[in-house]
T-cell receptor, first 114, second 116 residues
Framework: GNSVTQMEGPVTLSEEAFLTINCTYTATGYPSLFWYVQYPGEGLQLLLKATKADDKGSNKGFEATYRKETTSFHLEKGSVQVSDSAVYFCALTRSSGGYNKLIFGAGTRLAVHP | GAGVSQSPRYKVAKRGQDVALRCDPISGHVSLFWYQQALGQGPEFLTYFQNEAQLDKSGLPSDRFFAERPEGSVSTLKIQRTQQEDSAVYLC??????????????FGEGSWLTVV
């Protein structure tokens, strides 16, 4: 079946440090891949997405590249800020039965300190 | 409104009580999803509507859970005889059209249910 595995948190970094959150997936066919972010007390927000192999999604300084050969979609940011503290969810969708359904990883909490 | 709206935001229910959670999707969105998010976990799929038709209810954990979307817009998730294990955040999400796997799915802020 389809599933997403992401690195366990919490990830604790100092401001301006480099961030990587690993995400790997298992899926039949060609899923689309997403990163969602959940800030404290808020709902899930789409951060970025990629719909086919070798696509790079980017937003707000974050980026992730869809690697079919390693079934990965690792999230990176060159210089994190305190305001990036949140929980990050990797997810995939596939069209099946005429609709797409998001399947999420367990989430990785990021804490950035000044 | 501009986004997916859910109510109530917070609900405390006594064990055995029935609860109803409401979702107003983004206007015109065909697809509507309900997810359950336990503390410290990722969201888990519950059910999917395409307009008023419930096409997938494979994630509903028991027959105490029931969802409807009678006119293809507002949806209600009902939980009967609540149990402590039902304590979670219930997320509603909508998407403009069902077919493309790359379509963005937009989430509401969730309804936080605590069963005591």
């Amino acid at each position: 079946g389809n599933s997403v595995t992401q690195m366990e948190g919490p990830v604790t970094l100092s401001e301006e440090a480099f961030l990587t959150i690993n995400c790997t997936y298992t899926a039949t066919g060609y899923p689309s891949l997403f990163w969602y972010v959940q800030y404290p007390g808020e709902g899930l927000q789409l951060l970025l997405k990629a719909t086919k192999a070798d696509d790079k999604g980017s937003n707000k300084g974050f980026e992730a590249t869809y690697r079919k050969e390693t079934t990965s979609f690792h999230l990176e940011k060159g210089s994190v800020q305190v305001s990036d503290s949140a929980v990050y969810f990797c997810a995939l969708t596939r069209s099946s039965g005429g609709y797409n359904k998001l399947i999420f990883g367990a989430g990785t909490r990021l804490a950035v300190h000044p | 409104g501009a986004g997916v709206s859910q109510s109530p935001r917070y609900k405390v229910a006594k064990r055995g009580q029935d609860v109803a959670l409401r979702c107003d999707p983004i206007s015109g969105h065909v697809s509507l999803f309900w997810y359950q998010q336990a503390l410290g976990q990722g969201p888990e799929f519950l059910t999917y509507f395409q307009n008023e038709a419930q096409l997938d209810k494979s994630g509903l954990p028991s027959d105490r859970f029931f969802a409807e979307r009678p006119e293809g817009s507002v949806s209600t998730l009902k939980i009967q005889r609540t149990q402590q294990e039902d304590s979670a955040v219930y997320l509603c999400a909508s998407s403009p059209s069902p077919g493309q796997s790359g379509n963005t799915i937009y989430f509401g802020e969730g309804s936080w249910l605590t069963v005591v």
